[in-house]
């Protein structure tokens, strides 16, 4: 096991099984020693346990859960890229997230920071990077975040 993922277990968490594009892309593209990550929504093994849009049917604290899953679906499809060794990642470029949302909601920078700040758990100055959170009309499978992301690795 990765130091990556141990450090995923101490904090109580776990990769699920990298999901499967449902259009047509690939979940990563390699270019040298950046990886360009798909866009994830927040799903499980499958399933969207966050169906909806923020400041409606979900507050601020299950936003940042809905956006900690898509970064876990974004690891689980890097760990695909580094041949099945997150220790190959060297840092967190960039990320980018989107937060199915009413058009008032002003917290969608905190939603993201759900998958922000686990991406800074892991590789702690090398996960800061650089952001874009927006608000969006809709989602993927309804979904109420998709976060996408690119990691530089050895």
């Known amino acids: 096991m990765s130091r990556?993922?141990?450090?995923?277990?101490?904090l109580g968490l776990a990769l699920p099984t990298a999901?499967?594009?449902i259009a047509?892309?690939?979940p990563f593209r390699l270019h040298g020693a950046q990886v360009f990550l798909?866009?994830?929504?927040?799903?499980w093994n499958g399933s969207v346990p966050f169906v909806g849009k923020l400041?409606?049917?979900f507050a601020l604290a299950e936003g940042r859960q809905a956006a900690q899953l898509c970064a876990l679906n974004l690891l689980a499809c890097l760990k695909l890229a580094c041949s099945g060794d997150l220790d190959r990642v060297r840092?967190?470029?960039r990320v980018g997230g989107?937060?199915?949302?009413d058009p008032e909601y002003e917290f969608v920078p905190m939603v993201i920071n759900g998958a922000s700040d686990?991406?800074?758990s892991l590789w702690d100055e090398a996960g800061r990077h650089a952001r874009t959170a927006v608000g969006v009309a809709s989602l993927p499978r309804r979904a109420a975040v998709e976060v996408d992301a690119i990691f530089e690795i050895a």
């Open 4 to 10: 990556i993922e141990t450090r995923l277990a101490e």
């Open 24 to 26: 047509s892309f690939v």
């Open 19 to 21: 999901p499967v594009p």
């Open 118 to 120: 686990l991406f800074v």
């Open 55 to 57: 400041g409606r049917e």
């Open 38 to 43: 798909a866009g994830q929504v927040c799903e």
């Open 91 to 93: 840092r967190c470029l």
């Open 98 to 101: 989107f937060v199915n949302c």
